[in-house]
């Protein structure tokens, strides 16, 4: 090596020191920028712990429509922004995605614990719109229409649903029978057997996102937020500001 090259090569490693010593005055910031990174990093292992359950569905799928479904779920999961997101609000999102995982990966219908596919949309659905806080985009529903007349009719009524008024949330085919029933802020008008579907996977979902403390099968049991709930606290939040 040259004199000049050697000369070049130590001017380089002392603008290199210099340099470094001024990155460390800004540590904090890099320090909190880890923290970020720890967490997505966190969040995408659990979306590919949530993939994999689904590639477990898609397999043990009974036919060619629930195979599309589940595998445009898949392609859907959310992202680690989002759920990441969700922990910014307090919610303990990794919990969430743990649980659900877990119990989407199970194929045998007649375990308990099995997830009925129209829960999964709901769920993915949910965490979007508690993510951004927006209700619409464009025209597209951040909730679905079933699970939107269901919560706008909860927030009328204190934060609680009889199992009948949940139905009569979704189809004014279902009628109350009792002259003190509750009014309901909205009503839509699909038949009383996609009523009671549609019930029963946004009870699904409540439970899995940590809304309502429901019980699978328990088709009577009215819907109640839990009270001092994150989840509930920024889903009234998102609720208030799309007013």
């Known amino acids: 090596m040259t004199q000049a090259n050697q000369t070049a090569k130590n001017e380089t490693a002392k603008r290199a020191t210099r340099k470094g010593a001024t990155k460390g005055a800004a540590a904090p910031v890099a320090a909190k920028g880890d923290a970020q990174g720890q967490a997505l990093a966190k969040f995408e292992a659990l979306r ?15 036919n060619d429509n629930q195979r599309n479904y589940l595998t445009q779920q898949r392609k859907r999961i959310n992202t680690a922004g989002e759920f990441y997101a969700l922990e910014t609000k307090g919610i303990d999102a990794a919990q969430i995605v743990e649980n659900f995982a877990s119990q989407v990966a199970i194929c045998d219908k007649g375990d308990a614990r099995y997830v009925a596919q129209y829960a999964l949309d709901k769920v993915r659905k949910c965490v979007s719109a508690l993510a951004d806080g927006i209700l619409t985009e464009g025209r597209a529903k951040r909730f679905d229409p079933y699970t939107l007349s269901i919560f706008k009719n909860m927030m009328k009524n204190d934060g609680s649903l009889s199992a009948l ?32 579907t549609q019930r029963s996977s946004t009870r699904a979902m409540v439970r899995f996102m940590q809304i309502c403390d429901t019980s699978k099968g328990a088709r009577d049991e009215a819907l109640r937020f839990i009270e001092g709930s ?14």
Request: charged share 20%; aromatic share 2%; proline share 2%.
């Open 48 to 62: 590919e712990t949530l993939a994999a359950a689904l590639d477990k569905r898609i397999a043990a799928a009974d």
């Open 165 to 196: 008024d949940a139905l009569r949330s979704l189809s004014v085919q279902v009628q109350a029978g009792d002259e003190n029933a509750v009014a309901l802020a909205s009503r839509l008008s699909c038949v009383a057997t996609t009523a009671s």
């Open 230 to 243: 994150p989840v509930v606290a920024r889903l009234l939040e998102v609720f208030a500001s799309a007013k």
